[in-house]
Every structure is written in structure tokens, then in C-alpha cells.
């Protein structure tokens, strides 16, 4: 490795030449976010409330031409050649300086030494620690092995247990969510919308499904889980949409719980809780179904990808099957604003994440009759 390596840096001299327009800024360098771009609003905290919170601007990580490096490999890293191999992949340096990029069958991962900001076939996922240089070989996260590696890598084997899927459309009642008081638009109200959209294409797809809520109601997060458990959900589905003061802020994004030790995405000091909840058994299969999710999203909608992101959020944490958390677009935003409220922008929505889950499941469902 070390070899590869050292070659690597001579062939690099001679390339930069070759590449200057590269990094004159014909390709963007991807940011390093500590924390999500501005104007990311998280609707439910890593508890239980399901107050907006407004993100600053994350800082901007400038590409190294010397590797990131660290003096020692942590116990909760491995080395990313070794894993690599064991996954039938191989790793070759980018156009860029820093760059690496990953291929297999097609899949192609793309990230930055010292970045969190990672690519999943140039859908953005935000990795859980930046992959740098320990002791001479790359390293990466054990948690980013099973959340952006064999994901992405690997054929997973998702076995359901039932054809049921579980939609929780956000807010309700008292709760109403992210608001555009001046077009009229209230979070709960379009949640539910989607919701029982998506609830008619899965039904059509041969699905069995369950909402959280059918009606205006506040419904406890705790409770939203135990239905899902409960009724021994496949998946389950929370659905939001975003505001922020920020009124530039638009575009989608998808949420899976955070890895066991690690800090979720918007946790630029690392400070919140490293326990391991329920579902934290299904890291590799949440993060799959987030990638189903988003992409199918980003190509149907044509919206701003703002990537898959992690956090605890209470209705993912003690899932008994995989689940995700998607925001739909800003109600914010002005013109995003004017899309959400149409039938259409809903209806093109609750079809992408009908094509998603069912991607996601293998098309388990028998047709009906």
C-alpha cells in the first residue's frame, strides 16, 4: 500500500499540469459540512419535539495535496484497501487533488481525504468521520463501512417480514409543522396528503399499508413507532417537508438514524448521545433504502439534492425494520413553496417514494387480482 501510494504522489506532479482547469473551479470542490447546509430544519429532535432548528453555514474544507493523516488507527476504524478487497472493489486516485474514487459494476463512489461530503453514483451522502491517512494506509469509519460501503457495494439480503408498510405522515393537531402562512400551507396538511397518495400506489403495487394517522391528530413519536412494531412493519416511511428562516434554502433530503458512537450529521461538536438503539440493527439496509429513496426523489422532482444525512430522530430510533425519514422540499422557499402546493408536485412525489420502497423490497408484493 505504501508503494501504491508513493507512486501515486509522482503521478500526481505530472497530472496536475493536465487537470489545472479542474481546480481552477470547472468542477466544484464538495464542501466538508460539520453540520448540514444552511437552512436545514430538523422537525424532530433526538428526544421527542418536533420544533424547526435553523443550521448555520457549514464550514468550507479546502481540498489537501498532502494526505490527511492522523497519528493512530482508532479501534473504531479499519483500513479501507482491506475492506475494499474483501468487496471485490479497488480504489483509484480522482482527477482532483485528494480525490479517490471507488468503482464496481458500475457503482461509483467518489470521496475527499478529510471530508465528510461523500457521493453515492453523484448522489450526495455525508459519511460519519472523513476518511484520511493513519499510519501510512487510508482508514475509514466501521459505521461507514455498514452505512456507504456495503450498501453501495454489496448485494444486501433484505428478507421482510411482512408486506406491510407503515407511513407516518409528520405533525398533526396542535403540531403543525413547518408553515407558509402566506400561501396557506401547513406541514401536517401535506404530510397527510402524501401520505395517503403514497398509501393508494402502494395498495395498487399489491401492498399492504397502515398510516400513523388518518386525520388531523396529534400522535405522540413514541407512538408512532410502537404501530409500526407492533403490526410487524416491512418499512416505515416518515414524512415531512422543511422551513427555515433561510429563504434561499430548497431542496431534498433523506434521514437515517446515526450509527452507534457517532455524531449525527448536524452535530458539528460531537456532543449528543453514542448509545445504540433498536434500530441501529438495520444500519446497512436504512441507509440502502434512503439511497432508493432520494435518488428516485432527486430525478423525479428535479429539486436540489442536500444528501442523506443521519440523526436520532425519535420515530427511527427504536424501529424494529429498516426506516427512513425524508423532507420533501422547503414550504419556505418561494418558489419550492409554489411547487408543494400542487397536486401535481404531491402526486409525482407519492409516486417516487412508491417506486423507492418497492425497489427497496424487491417487488415482494403479489399483484392484486
Keep these: ?37 444552511e437552512g436545514t430544519a430538523i422537525h424532530e429532535t433526538v428526544e421527542s419535539s418536533e420544533v424547526g432548528i435553523e443550521k448555520k453555514e457549514p464550514p468550507v474544507v479546502q481540498k489537501t495535496k498532502t494526505p490527511v493523516t492522523s497519528s493512530k488507527i482508532g479501534s473504531s476504524q479499519v483500513g479501507l484497501e482491506k475492506t475494499l478487497n474483501r468487496l471485490g472493489a479497488k480504489i483509484v486516485p480522482g482527477l482532483e487533488s485528494s480525490q479517490w474514487i471507488i468503482n464496481k459494476g458500475g457503482v461509483i463512489l467518489k470521496f475527499v481525504e478529510g471530508s465528510r461530503r461523500a457521493y453515492w453514483n453523484d448522489q450526495i451522502v455525508f459519511l460519519n468521520k472523513p476518511i484520511v491517512f493513519n499510519e501510512g494506509q487510508m482508514v475509514i469509519e466501521k459505521a461507514d463501512v455498514a452505512t456507504f460501503l456495503k450498501p453501495a457495494l454489496s448485494d444486501l439480503k433484505f428478507k421482510p417480514r411482512s408486506d406491510l408498510i407503515v407511513i407516518d405522515p409528520g405533525h398533526g393537531g396542535s403540531e403543525d409543522g413547518a408553515k407558509n402562512e402566506e400561501m396557506g400551507l401547513a406541514e401536517k396538511e401535506l404530510t397527510l396528503d402524501v401520505s395517503n397518495r403514497l398509501k393508494d400506489h402502494l395498495e395498487s403495487m399489491g401492498y399492504r399499508t397502515l398510516l400513523t394517522r388518518y386525520d388531523d391528530r396529534l400522535l405522540p413519536l413514541k407512538d408512532r413507532t410502537e404501530i409500526a412494531n407492533r403490526e410487524n412493519a416491512a418499512v416505515f416511511i416518515s414524512i415531512h417537508f422543511n422551513a427555515t428562516l433561510n429563504e434561499t434554502a430548497e431542496g431534498i433530503e433523506t434521514y437515517i438514524l446515526t450509527p452507534e458512537g457517532q455524531a449525527s450529521t448536524a452535530d458539528s461538536q460531537g456532543s449528543g448521545s453514542y448509545e445504540k438503539w433498536a434500530g441501529n440493527d438495520f444500519d446497512a439496509l436504512n441507509a440502502r433504502f434512503a439511497y432508493e429513496a432520494q435518488i428516485d426523489m432527486l430525478s423525479t422532482l428535479q429539486r436540489k439534492d442536500r444528501g442523506i444525512k443521519k440523526a436520532r430522530f425519535a420515530v427511527l430510533k427504536n424501529l424494529e425494520c429498516p426506516g427512513v425519514l425524508v423532507e420533501c422540499g422547503f414550504v419556505s422557499h418561494k418558489d419550492e413553496a409554489l411547487l408543494v402546493r400542487t397536486p401535481v408536485y404531491r402526486e409525482k412525489l407519492a409516486l417516487s417514494l412508491s417506486r423507492s420502497i418497492d425497489a427497496f423490497m424487491g417487488g415482494v408484493a403479489k399483484q392484486p387480482e
Design 1 to 37: 500500500m505504501n508503494d501504491f501510494i508513493a507512486g501515486i504522489k509522482e503521478v500526481r506532479i505530472f497530472l496536475m499540469a493536465g487537470f489545472l482547469f479542474y481546480l481552477a473551479g470547472c468542477v466544484s470542490v464538495p464542501q466538508d459540512p460539520e453540520t448540514p447546509e
